[in-house]
């Protein structure tokens, strides 16, 4: 049978309260504060069984303050706070990055920055999805992938960067996403694993450059493309971007639309390719009919 987690936080208020009341002439005050700090998660625990998360995340916070204050032992205490991150993360998202900041702190202390930047990019997500505040998950998302790098986790870091350039298009951010969608295809056209990807990077950031209106920087970031991977002038994507790039110097809007069909009937684009491209759709203005 499940514990009652009101009963087990009743028990860790009075082990709390006993641990910080008067002289202990026998000692055991640590033990004292130990006890306290278990009857805390074991509530918590209890807590997430029954689904409320929001006093979940209370009680791994009350541990983890007893770990840092009582016990002495931040890195117990950032691991509790990690639970208190997850628990809280639902119920109530600024006490999420409250608890997560300071374990990752500590995480970095030590010098775990794997460990940090794997936590860095939860609260990214948390930023993205829960707070819908894109600029703070790009600061998380970039920080993250600093801190792979200089575990040369290469792999990691792109992924991380590839996140940055996805959220900073969405966000309309478009040199920022460039910079980014470029830096990672540069690092992957030399790489057997990665290189098949290499296409898809120069897409996004292709679309990125129709999306700033500077015809000219696009035509310049094609041949950039097609000089760093000799073979992306043959590919359907490459021959798409000079497509699009054709229809809007033209102002053509149903071209536009055409070539994108086209090419959508053999490679389904993705919902943020699509997204970016209605945009840059709706920036086209067709010519006055000047005899109207």
């Given at each position: 049978?499940?514990?009652?987690?009101?009963?087990?936080?009743?028990?860790?208020?009075?082990?709390?309260?006993?641990?910080?009341?008067?002289?202990?002439?026998f000692?055991?005050?640590?033990?004292?504060?130990?006890?306290?700090?278990?009857?805390?998660?074991?509530?918590?625990?209890?807590?997430?069984?029954?689904?409320?998360?929001?006093?979940?995340?209370?009680?791994?916070?009350?541990?983890?303050?007893?770990?840092?204050?009582?016990l002495?032992?931040?890195?117990?205490?950032?691991?509790?706070?990690?639970?208190a991150?997850?628990?809280?993360?639902?119920?109530?998202?600024?006490?999420?990055?409250?608890?997560?900041?300071?374990?990752?702190?500590?995480?970095?202390?030590?010098?775990?920055?794997?460990?940090?930047?794997?936590?860095?990019?939860?609260?990214?997500?948390?930023?993205?999805?829960?707070?819908?505040?894109?600029?703070?998950?790009?600061?998380?998302?970039?920080?993250?992938a600093?801190?792979?790098?200089?575990?040369?986790?290469?792999?990691?870091?792109?992924?991380?960067?590839?996140?940055?350039?996805?959220?900073?298009?969405?966000?309309?951010?478009?040199?920022?996403a460039?910079?980014?969608?470029?830096?990672?295809?540069?690092?992957?056209?030399?790489?057997?694993?990665?290189?098949?990807?290499?296409?898809?990077?120069?897409?996004?950031?292709?679309?990125?450059?129709?999306?700033?209106?500077?015809?000219?920087?696009?035509?310049?970031?094609?041949?950039?493309?097609?000089?760093?991977?000799?073979?992306?002038?043959?590919?359907?994507?490459?021959?798409?971007?000079?497509d699009?790039?054709?229809?809007?110097?033209?102002?053509?809007?149903?071209?536009?639309?055409?070539?994108?069909?086209?090419?959508?009937?053999?490679s389904?684009?993705?919902?943020?390719?699509?997204?970016?491209?209605?945009?840059?759709?709706?920036?086209?203005?067709?010519?006055?009919?000047e005899?109207?």
């Amino acid at each position: 049978m499940a514990q009652d987690p009101r009963a087990l936080l009743q028990k860790a208020d009075k082990q709390l309260s006993s641990a910080g009341g008067g002289f202990s002439f026998f000692g055991g005050r640590e033990e004292k504060y130990q006890d306290a700090a278990d009857l805390y998660m074991q509530a918590a625990n209890a807590f997430k069984m029954q689904k409320q998360n929001l006093e979940a995340g209370q009680a791994f916070e009350k541990a983890a303050n007893i770990q840092t204050n009582n016990l002495k032992e931040p890195d117990d205490a950032a691991n509790t706070l990690v639970d208190a991150f997850k628990a809280y993360r639902q119920a109530d998202p600024q006490a999420a990055v409250r608890c997560l900041e300071v374990a990752i702190n500590q995480y970095c202390t030590r010098g775990n920055f794997r460990r940090a930047a794997g936590h860095k990019e939860s609260l990214g997500e948390l930023y993205e999805s829960e707070l819908g505040d894109s600029k703070k998950a790009i600061e998380c998302y970039e920080a993250a992938a600093v801190w792979y790098e200089g575990d040369n986790a290469t792999a990691l870091a792109n992924k991380l960067h590839l996140k940055v350039a996805d959220t900073a298009g969405l966000d309309g951010d478009y040199y920022k996403a460039i910079e980014a969608f470029e830096r990672v295809a540069a690092a992957s056209v030399n790489n057997n694993l990665m290189k098949y990807s290499v296409k898809d990077y120069f897409l996004k950031a292709g679309i990125c450059h129709l999306a700033t209106g500077d015809a000219v920087a696009t035509r310049r970031a094609l041949d950039k493309y097609t000089d760093l991977d000799p073979s992306f002038a043959g590919q359907r994507e490459c021959m798409l971007l000079n497509d699009l790039l054709a229809a809007v110097e033209k102002a053509d809007q149903e071209e536009f639309t055409d070539k994108l069909f086209q090419y959508d009937q053999i490679s389904k684009l993705d919902k943020w390719k699509t997204t970016l491209l209605l945009r840059v759709k709706n920036t086209i203005e067709e010519p006055e009919d000047e005899f109207a």
